[in-house]
């Protein structure tokens, strides 16, 4: 296929149902399995978050294809980079013609904009690195940032015995959205994984029934865990974490161990984690409370190039 014959544009209304299809599809084929349909409300509330960096890519000015570049929460420079090409269309140049299009935008959203607003890595994350995505972005100049586990609990551990006097608080939203930016940066701005959250993507980020806890000792918070749950009986942990000075002196053991017993049976069908690899205190942690590796993902990144 020749590239004269794509084009590039925003998205339309009238793309909505179509790029539902799309996602759908590159979803089901990137898995090799069915995969859960991606609904058109979906995909506004994708546009809605992108603030203008989706784009779709065109045939006969039907799309074939689409991406989109989202804030990470935290870090105001870096973007996950989501979308696909339409299966039929894969492997004939259409993603690297979208991709040539994407890269000419950020440069210029950089210069008309300045710095506070620019685009300065852009990540995806792929659960295979011989996958053809994988094989792609690096193709075109991404390269490996770190690995991530998913783990999974396997049996409810016994709850720990503080190592102190402390006690966990539950914390309601609006409570969270005025401190925990504080104590996050308290507990991991000494560490690679530092992301930190602004009240605002805190507010943003809440769900109704999600639940925060705060560990703490004399009345002085230590640490904290943010459980966020699925209609399906999932349980997500995310995050969790201790302030240094208290490390690896039991208060994560009991934080986490105490927590999982306050939940009621129909949370605790499946509890999840994720941890950076290369977290191995972390990993240990979880590893010795029942949780278990059971995948893993491979963050790949791209710099844009100074301009």
């Not at 690896?248 to 984690?273: D, E, S, V």
Request: hydrophobic content about 35%; charged content about 15%.
């Amino acid at each position: 296929m020749k590239a004269s014959t794509w084009g590039v544009r925003p998205p339309q209304l009238a793309d909505v149902e179509s790029l539902a299809a799309i996602a759908t599809a590159v979803s089901a084929s990137s898995r090799q399995t069915a995969s859960t349909p991606i609904t058109t409300s979906q995909i506004s509330q994708t546009v809605q978050q992108t603030n203008g960096r989706f784009w779709t890519i065109t045939q006969a000015e039907q799309p074939i294809g689409f991406a989109n570049l989202l804030p990470i929460p935290g870090l105001p420079h870096l973007f996950e980079l989501v979308g696909g090409i339409e299966p039929p269309f894969q492997r004939q140049g259409a993603g690297s013609f979208l991709w040539q299009h994407i890269k000419e935008a950020v440069a210029e959203t950089v210069i008309s904009t300045g710095s506070m607003q620019a685009v300065h890595q852009i990540s995806h994350t792929v659960s295979d690195l011989n996958s053809p995505a994988a094989y792609f972005l690096q193709q075109h100049n991404f390269t490996l940032a770190h690995e991530e586990w998913t783990m999974v609990l396997d049996s409810y551990p016994t709850t720990s015995p503080p190592p102190a006097d402390c006690l966990l608080q539950k914390i309601d939203r609006e409570t969270a959205v005025r401190t925990l930016p504080a104590l996050y940066q308290r507990c991991f701005a000494h560490t690679p994984w530092f992301q930190p959250y602004t009240p605002d993507e805190i507010s943003s980020s809440w769900q109704a029934n999600d639940s925060l806890y705060y560990l703490m000792e004399n009345n002085v918070p230590i640490g904290f865990i943010w459980l966020h749950f699925s209609k399906n009986g999932q349980t997500e942990i995310e995050p969790i974490g201790i302030v240094p000075e208290k490390q690896g002196m039991g208060y994560g053991r009991f934080l986490l161990t105490t927590t999982l017993n306050k939940l009621p049976a129909k949370r605790r069908q499946t509890i999840t984690l994720g941890v950076w690899r290369n977290n191995h205190k972390a990993i240990h942690l979880y590893q010795t409370v029942g949780f278990r590796h059971v995948s893993s993902s491979t963050i790949l990144t791209f710099t844009v190039p100074p301009t």
